[in-house]
């Protein structure tokens, strides 16, 4: 099966975008693995296939590098929505169905993707640190030096202890730069790894840094090894609305690539 697709990264969170609307894709998860593989495949981070939507523009499925169906992804959304705008889909204001719901997205007249969020769960602090799901579960933690700091090791023994392996869960290491700015790195389930950046771990990461008042703004710049994610949301009585996360996505390049069913 030949399979046409786009190869796009979101400050540094990459991904294969494939426009399966006419539902030619068998999503096997050897494929997916084989496409994510960086040396025998195109190599990325995930995986995103749209699909036409009833009620939306189009409809996302994001598969992450081990070639399972995975939870929201923010940058691969944000992939996906440039995508659609390249390919003709949308104009530059969309709305589209993802893992946890519908969400709308702008592209900005900076080229920057603006996309809503949501929080999808109560705030828990425990002893490993602070977790929330903003469409994907993470665990947010305080670490002083995060530029030192073995991302691989660390986050690979929270993910897999007793307490978060069997549902799994994304790790975030948070460093405080200003009271606007932090410094993030992600090891991330599904890709078993830690990538350049991680929207639902930004969003998450903002919104706990606030929680727990290591920050009164609502408009954090999260600082990825990839690239800037700023993150914006009002809080009140009622929780945490009105949340976007805003960042760069780009093109990287576009092929064919031959694989067996």
Known sequence: ?????????????????????ENFINNNKLIINHLCDRHFGIGADGVIIIKKSN?????????TSDGNLGSLCGNGSRCAV???????VIRRKTTFHAFDGIHNAEILENGLIKMEMRVNSEI???????????????????????DKLNVNNEGRLIRYND???????????IEKISDDKFKIRTYERGVENETLACGTGSTASAICMNFL????????????????????????????????????AKL?????IKVKI
């Open 82 to 88: 440039l995508f659609a705008y390249d390919k003709g």
């Open 124 to 146: 828990v602090v425990n002893s490993y640190g602070t977790w929330l799901d903003t469409g994907s579960p993470h665990l947010v933690i305080e670490k002083n030096n995060t």
């Open 1 to 21: 099966m030949k399979i046409n697709f786009s190869k796009y990264n979101g400050a540094g969170n990459d991904f294969i975008l494939i426009d399966d609307r």
């Open 252 to 256: 990287v390049f576009e092929g064919t």
């Open 163 to 173: 307490f978060y392996k069997k549902e799994g869960v994304n790790v975030n290491f």
């Open 213 to 248: 008042g290591r920050t009164n703004c609502s408009n954090i710049t999260m600082k990825c090894k990839g690239g800037d994610l700023n993150v914006q949301f009002n809080s009140s009585e009622r929780g945490y609305q009105q949340i976007s996360i805003t960042g760069p």
């Open 55 to 63: 009620n939306c523009d189009f409809e996302i499925l994001h598969y």
